[in-house]
């Protein structure tokens, strides 16, 4: 990767993930804390409107609506607003972003989250010195999930999401908060010394990688109502292993639905309250672990 021009922080994508509304409110009063020599840094509200009203979003998904292709509808608020950052950030934008890092926070059991859209060699020599830094980190993997094309995130060629719970939406948690604001911190100076050249020679990383493979909604009836919930066993279980058979639903009636896969999995985002009407009650992983050494792989095995 070349010099890095500039780095746009965005937090409020999703009106009510306060964490990230907050975040950037309080580096726009102090701008000197994300103030680097090399590069400019860009401080944004993703979705004004949403914020406002205390609501994820107006009309339909801003994390789901910077695929052009993907949308017709041009009166939701979200699209125009999509249009008007790609105008601004995007590649052939006005001031285009070389890198975003998205400010989110999750009602799931996620812990310290970092989403990796992709595993080209600078975005896991970052994600290597983060763990180094944050030991608490857990990497999710999105490719193929597509939020690589449709996320806010998307408008520029490296990104990272900072994902951060279980917090309710619309409410504050001060350790979560300070938690971002260390991981954002961190990545700025990362990026300020990839600009001067100081970055230093570093050891090989072990990193876990809990890499996307798909989703399950819960059961429900022909009229899309619910059935069942996430059994008490898995509820807030996030990165646990869920194997054939496992307890995974429980319906109204006290019923035991098991997990039906073929194969062991790794859910995260479980239960996320915003994910019911995407008809999602979890995502599934692979679990994997890398070897990292200057943004190279040099080991790797399922775990």
Same mark, same amino acid.
């Given at each position: 990767?070349?010099t890095?021009?500039?780095v ?12 990230g509304v907050?975040?950037?409110q ?9 103030? !680097?020599?090399?590069f ?19 009309d339909?998904?801003l ?25 601004q ?7 285009p972003a070389?890198v975003?890092l *998205?400010?989110h926070?999750?009602t ?25 830094r944050?030991?608490?980190i857990? +990497? ?5 999930s ?12 490296? !990104? ?13 948690q001060?350790?979560? +908060?300070h938690?971002?604001?260390a991981?954002?911190q ?30 399950? *909604? ?6 899309? *109502?619910?059935?069942?919930t996430?059994?008490?066993?898995r ?6 292993p ?5 307890p995974?639903?429980?319906t +109204?009636a006290?019923?035991?639905?098991p997990?039906?896969?073929s ?5 995260? +985002?479980?239960?996320?309250a915003?994910y ?13 672990q890398?070897?990292v ?5 040099l ?5």
């Amino acid at each position: 990767m070349g010099t890095i021009r500039r780095v746009l922080i965005v937090g409020g994508t999703h009106g009510n993930e306060l964490t990230g509304v907050y975040t950037v409110q309080h580096y726009q009063a102090s701008p000197e804390l994300v103030r !680097r020599s090399s590069f400019e840094t860009v401080m944004i509200l993703g979705n004004p409107r949403a914020i406002a009203a205390g609501r994820r979003y107006i009309d339909y998904d801003l994390n789901r609506s910077f695929d052009a292709h993907s949308q017709t509808d041009s009166g939701h608020y979200e699209v125009q607003r999509a249009e008007a950052l790609r105008a601004q950030f995007g590649p052939a934008g006005t001031a285009p972003a070389d890198v975003v890092l *998205d400010l989110h926070s999750t009602t799931a059991n996620a812990g310290v989250m970092v989403i990796l859209d992709q595993l080209d060699s600078f975005t896991l020599a970052l994600a290597a010195h983060l763990k180094r830094r944050h030991p608490e980190i857990r +990497f999710y993997c999105s490719e193929g999930s597509g939020r690589g094309h449709d996320s806010l995130r998307s408008l520029a060629p490296y !990104r990272l999401c900072i994902e951060v719970g279980p917090i309710a939406h619309g409410t504050l948690q001060a350790d979560l +908060f300070h938690k971002t604001t260390a991981i954002l911190q961190t990545t700025l100076d990362y990026l300020d010394h990839h600009n001067q050249g100081t970055s230093a020679v570093a050891p090989p990383t072990d990193l876990v990688l809990y890499r996307y493979s798909g989703t399950l *909604d819960y059961p429900r009836t022909p009229q899309g *109502d619910l059935l069942a919930t996430i059994h008490p066993h898995r509820q807030g279980q996030d990165y646990a292993p869920l194997a054939p058979g496992d307890p995974l639903f429980l319906t +109204f009636a006290g019923m035991v639905v098991p997990y039906s896969g073929s194969a062991v999995t790794y859910p995260v +985002f479980i239960n996320e309250a915003a994910y019911y009407e995407k008809g999602i009650a979890l995502c599934t992983t692979q679990k994997q672990q890398i070897s990292v050494a200057g943004g190279n792989i040099l080991d790797q095995q399922k775990l």
